[in-house]
């Protein structure tokens, strides 16, 4: 089947403008993760999500980024305010939670290249 | 609070020689250790993972890892690389095996394989 899917792959805004990035994660997923990469580093954690409940969001950088998933399968990170330092690849990622024991294997989606000028 | 780090920001290595990605970590739990690759424009593609078990994992593509707890490291090896290879490798840990179990990366190695 398909895999992780996301929208737009790039986006240059102006700053101050508000963006929203799309992830369509694999179908029956329940868990989606946001990462965010700056250039050069390794993913960092932003949020966490099980089906529509917002179970982590300790990551999420200002009060001007804000992720939801009302339906629990697609998911968009919406960053308001765009500032310079916000530029990096938006990452999604989503596992299959069986619920026992293991841990999930998460699946990354392509990425969204923001740059803000 | 887990942390990881990768040795080498950059290891030149050529065609069909053996390679070592270094990893170490820290933490005050148990851990679960992850490498993915990172191909240019692209999304992370798991290679390997430790849960337990066996301390010597086999990923895709010829890549296997062996997690040494003693010295808190999970170091990714390879004995023969291919011009293919050449990509951006992270080591990962995550501390959960719940739901929400978050990864931690460290910064990157970029193999590159000259001919």
């Known amino acids: 089947g398909a895999g992780v899917s996301q929208s737009p792959r790039y986006k240059v805004a102006k700053r101050g403008q508000d963006v929203a990035l799309r992830c369509d994660p694999i179908?029956?997923?329940?868990?989606l993760f946001w990462y965010q990469q700056a250039l050069g580093q390794g993913p960092e954690f932003l949020t966490y999500f099980q089906n529509e409940a917002q179970l982590d969001k300790s990551g999420l950088p200002s009060d001007r980024f804000f992720a939801e998933r009302p339906e629990g399968s697609v998911s968009t990170l919406k960053i308001q305010r765009t500032q310079q330092e916000d530029s990096a690849v938006y990452l999604c990622a989503s596992s299959f939670w069986t619920g026992g024991s293991g841990v999930e294997t998460q699946y990354f989606g392509p990425g969204t290249r923001l740059l803000v000028l | 609070a887990q942390s990881v780090t990768q040795l080498d920001s950059q290891v030149p290595v050529f065609e069909e020689a053996p390679v070592e990605l270094r990893c170490n970590y820290s933490?005050?739990?148990?851990?679960?250790l992850f490498w993915y690759v990172q191909y240019p424009n692209q999304g992370l593609q798991l290679l390997l993972k430790y849960l337990s078990g066996s301390t010597l994992v086999k990923g895709i593509n010829g890549f296997e890892a062996e997690f040494n707890k003693s010295q808190t490291s999970f170091h990714l090896r390879k004995p023969s690389v291919h011009i293919s290879d050449t990509a951006e490798y992270f080591c990962?840990?995550?501390?959960?095996?719940?739901?929400?179990?978050?990864?931690?990366f460290g910064e990157g190695t970029q193999l590159t394989v000259n001919p």
């Open positions: 933490s005050s739990v148990s851990v679960y």
């Open positions: 179908s029956g997923h329940v868990s």
């Open positions: 990962a840990v995550s501390e959960s095996e719940t739901s929400g179990s978050r990864l931690t």
